[in-house]
């Protein structure tokens, strides 16, 4: 009996933590179509914690107010950036959580989209609604 009631332990644990895991997953998707309905600026700006860091090529470190401000001088306007979260994974505690998949910037001008990869780590807010913690990206997927 001990062993069946240990199985079954693990199984609700792996069975809630893959719930958690679909639901961090759908706010990331979330987060682009926000980001694909009224621009990536917006998306940011929303999804962003407060002491969130945005890491991008030739940039130090990009953290909090600065991270804002950072944002609110992006031009948005000439493309389109989406992405599709392909994983999910959430700490033990529940506190912090991550997502990675494929982005593509858009042209709005012309044919032509770019296609990379991403990294966010998320950070459950007391609220309970998560935050984005850290964002990173990599170019290279080809055209």
């Given at each position: 009996m001990f062993f069946m009631a240990c199985g079954q332990k693990k199984e609700q644990q792996a069975?809630?933590?893959?719930?958690?895991c679909l639901e961090l997953k759908e706010v990331d998707r979330e987060f682009s179509e926000k980001s694909k309905k009224e621009g990536m600026k917006s998306a940011y700006i929303d999804f962003l914690d407060?002491?969130?860091?945005?890491?991008?090529?030739?940039?130090?470190?990009?953290?909090?107010?600065?991270?804002i401000d950072y944002l609110i001088q992006q031009n948005?306007?000439?493309?389109?950036?989406?992405?599709?979260p392909q994983h999910a994974?959430?700490?033990?505690?529940?506190?912090?959580?991550?997502?990675?998949?494929?982005?593509?910037?858009?042209?709005?001008?012309?044919?032509?989209s770019f296609y990379g990869t991403y990294t966010n780590v998320w950070k459950k807010q007391s609220d309970g609604k998560w935050k984005l913690f850290l964002n990173t990206f990599n170019n290279g997927l080809g055209n």
């Open positions: 069975d809630q933590k893959a719930s958690k407060s002491n969130g860091v945005i890491l991008r090529v030739n940039e130090l470190p990009i953290v909090g107010a600065n991270a948005d306007a000439d493309y389109m950036l989406t992405w599709d994974d959430i700490a033990e505690s529940g506190e912090l959580g991550i997502t990675y998949g494929i982005f593509c910037m858009k042209s709005k001008q012309i044919d032509t």
